[in-house]
C-alpha cells in the first residue's frame, strides 16, 4: 500500500462510563451517546460502588457521575476515583438537580471536573462531555458562578493562611482571581492585556504550584482562600 492509499488516521473515540442508580437514566445517556461518532460507552455503573470499580477496570476519558447513589455517593466515588493511582486522567462530570444538591461544592473539591444539571438537553450534555475529556472543566457561568456563588455564602469559605498563595506571582494571583470569576484565558488575556497563550500559561504555573488537578479547582481555591467572593462572580 503505497502513500497515496494509506486511510487517514482518526482519533481514539471518547470512552464514557454512566454511574446512575436510576437505569432509565443510563439507557437514555447511552442511546444518546451511542449515535455519536466520538463517544463510545465502555460501562455502566448503579452505585458509588461499582462506578469506582468500574473505573478501574475500563479507565475511560469521562464519568459522568450522578451525586446520589446508594452504597457510595457520587462525591465519595469521585475522591476514590481521584486519588487511585493510574486514574489521574479520568475526569468526573457530575449531575445535579442544582435546586436540590447541596454538595457540589465538595464534589469540586473532590476532584470532579465539573458539573452539569440533570434536565440539560442533548447538545449541552455532547458538548460538556467533549470539554472535559480535552482536559478543560466545565465552568459555564449560567452554573457554576451561581452554585459555587452559593454555596460559598451559605458556609463562609475557609480563608486559607498567607502562605499558600505565597507561591504564586503578583501576576499569577492576577490570573488565579480571574479563573475564580469564571473568565476564559482570551477574557483573561483581554482583562490583563495579555495574549491568550500567556494567559493559559499563567494558569498552567498556578495549576501546577497550588497542586490543581484542573481549572475547577482553581476556581475552589480562588475561593477558598478569599481571593474571590461570591458578589464578585
Known amino acids: 500500500m503505497n502513500a497515496a492509499t494509506v486511510p487517514p488516521t482518526t482519533s481514539a473515540p471518547i470512552k464514557v462510563l454512566l454511574a446512575d442508580d436510576e437505569g432509565l437514566v443510563r439507557s437514555g445517556?447511552?442511546?444518546?451517546?451511542?449515535?455519536?461518532d466520538d463517544i463510545a460507552v465502555v460501562g455502566e455503573a448503579a452505585n458509588g460502588v461499582e462506578a469506582v470499580e468500574r473505573a478501574r477496570a475500563t479507565r475511560p476519558d469521562v464519568v459522568l457521575m450522578d451525586i446520589r447513589m446508594p452504597k457510595l455517593d457520587g462525591i465519595q466515588a469521585t475522591t476514590r476515583i481521584t486519588e487511585t493511582p493510574g486514574l489521574g486522567q479520568v475526569r468526573v462530570l457530575i449531575l445535579t438537580t442544582y435546586d436540590t444538591d447541596e454538595y457540589v461544592f465538595e464534589a469540586l473539591q473532590a476532584g470532579a471536573s465539573g458539573f452539569l444539571l440533570k434536565d440539560a438537553g442533548p447538545a449541552e450534555l455532547l458538548h460538556a462531555i467533549r470539554v472535559v475529556a480535552a482536559g478543560d472543566a466545565l465552568l459555564a457561568p449560567r452554573i457554576t458562578?451561581?452554585?459555587?456563588g452559593q454555596f460559598t455564602a451559605q458556609r463562609t469559605a475557609t480563608r486559607a493562611a498567607e502562605e499558600r498563595l505565597?507561591?504564586?506571582?503578583?501576576?499569577?494571583?492576577?490570573?488565579?482571581?480571574?479563573?475564580g470569576q469564571g473568565l476564559s484565558n482570551s477574557e483573561i488575556g483581554s482583562e490583563l492585556f495579555l495574549s491568550p497563550a500567556t494567559a493559559r500559561t499563567h494558569v498552567s504555573h498556578a495549576m501546577a504550584k497550588l497542586g490543581a488537578r484542573d481549572r475547577a479547582q482553581l476556581v475552589v481555591i480562588a475561593y477558598q482562600t478569599g481571593l474571590v467572593s461570591p458578589t464578585e462572580a
Open 29 to 36: 445517556f447511552k442511546v444518546l451517546l451511542g449515535v455519536e
Open 145 to 148: 458562578r451561581r452554585l459555587i
Open 166 to 179: 505565597g507561591v504564586l506571582t503578583q501576576r499569577e494571583r492576577e490570573v488565579l482571581a480571574l479563573v
